[in-house]
């Protein structure tokens, strides 16, 4: 038999998300690249970076799997280029804002601004899979 973890243990870590405030940044990838290993917290991103924030909705865990609406992004500045979405914990101080996620696989990614809102779906098969 092969190792794995069992679908409840992944829906109880998961289930943070559903309980917490989440939110979205539409990210200009010109000007930040993610450091997954070292980046934790909104502190590490650069202001010139971030193009628009968003509250994360509807969201579900089912087996294993993270899922939430499409992200709505208000009228984020002309002519930058929306390259990723990272969702965070949190709208404390920016070192309290726990990084989550950074998708940049989005076949609404990449595009370039232009003042208008934006609707981005990050993963429409479920956002995450706990392996």
Do not use: H, Q
């Amino acid at each position: 038999m092969a190792s794995g973890i069992y679908t409840n243990c992944k829906n109880i870590f998961l289930n943070r998300l559903i309980t917490d405030d989440v939110s979205a940044l539409l990210i200009d990838t010109t000007v930040y690249t993610p450091a997954l290993t070292s980046d934790t917290s909104l502190a590490d991103i650069p202001d010139a970076a971030l193009l628009s924030e968003a509250i994360v909705t509807g969201k579900a865990v089912v087996d294993g799997e993270f899922y939430c609406d499409a992200i709505t992004f208000s009228k984020p500045e002309a002519n930058k280029t929306a390259g990723a979405v990272i969702l965070f914990f949190g709208k404390d101080t920016l070192s309290a804002s726990k990084l989550i996620a950074y998708y940049d696989d989005s076949a609404d990614l990449p595009f370039i601004t232009d003042g208008t809102d934006v609707v981005i779906t990050i993963n429409a098969a479920g956002s995450w899979i706990v392996l």
